[in-house]
């Protein structure tokens, strides 16, 4: 999703350079797509064409073998094996790419269940799969109008995640972590106290840690909450640095889907 992949651009640049400064350039040189879109694209073709995640992962993953960032060891080697298992990740790479699930199917018991299958091809420990699904279900639930007080209590009834926490309170001790349960409920936080898009993806990034993939699940969120409005000219920028293959999969999925809320197709 645009959400998704503006935040992957834009945390990009400070992936390994961490920032927190809430005022940061969005759009700088460094910036680019990293394999944290390349994997929700992938998720968006394999619900159009209704092939296998897992198979759809290793299509584009090998065809793009080296985006910015690389792939985590585990999934690469997943990527290149000649009998790819599942390895028991509990890795943030369930969520960062489930967000299409998010918005393409009609019930919310859907949703979980493709969110679960998204994430066990790969990363099928329970805390992956269960960040994965945490992410589909507030999607899911802001797409259809729940506000955030609603989303916050569904997730945590039925995810254990704790968004009481302040990001003034998790700010100063939080550094770099790949795991979904330390980075899930810290996108969704984002999200939560946010006024807007780009204020989500400003609360991601500055809060450091593994800021693209952060951004990427805040930003997913936020656009689906149709409070927020997605500034146009990131949004172009993140989107014109997508391979024109790829960009065709992404303009197939909103007009297949009827997302038309940002007039971007």
């Not at 968004?163 to 100063?172: A, E, F, G």
């Not at 993806?201 to 969120?221: H, N």
């Not at 927020?228 to 293959?245: G, H, K, N, R, Y």
């Not at 065709?248 to 999925?253: L, N, P």
Request: proline share 5%.
């Amino acid at each position: 999703m645009l959400g998704a992949i503006i935040g992957d651009y834009v945390g990009s640049a400070y992936e390994f350079s961490n920032t927190h400064d809430y005022a940061f350039p969005m759009i700088t040189g460094e910036s680019s797509i990293t394999d944290d879109s390349i994997m929700a694209i992938a998720t968006m073709d394999a619900i159009l064409q209704g092939k296998p995640y897992g198979e759809r992962f290793r299509y584009w993953g090998n065809k793009y073998p080296h985006p910015k960032g690389g792939y985590g060891g585990s999934f690469a080697a997943w990527l290149r094996s000649d009998d790819p298992q599942p390895y028991r990740s509990f890795g943030n790479g369930a969520a960062m790419r489930v967000s299409p699930v998010g918005w393409a199917f009609p019930t919310l018991d859907e949703t979980l269940s493709e969110a679960q299958k998204s994430a066990a091809c790969t990363h099928n420990h329970p805390e992956g799969i269960k960040g994965a699904q945490a992410v589909a279900a507030a999607i899911f639930l802001a797409r259809n109008g729940n506000d955030k007080s609603s989303v916050k209590r569904y997730i945590e009834k039925e995810f254990g995640y704790n968004l009481s926490r302040r990001l003034s309170d998790i700010r100063p001790a939080y550094g770099f972590n790949e795991t979904c349960q330390g980075t899930v409920p810290e996108a969704i936080t984002c999200y939560l106290e946010s006024s807007g898009f780009e204020d989500a993806i400003r609360l991601a990034v500055s809060l450091g840690g593994d800021s693209d993939t952060l951004a990427c699940i805040t930003g997913a969120i936020a656009e689906a909450d149709h409070t927020c409005e997605i500034p146009t000219q990131v949004m172009d920028a993140a989107f014109s640095t997508l391979p024109t293959e790829l960009q065709a999969i992404v303009e197939q999925f909103y007009a297949a889907f009827k997302i038309y809320s940002y007039g971007k197709f």
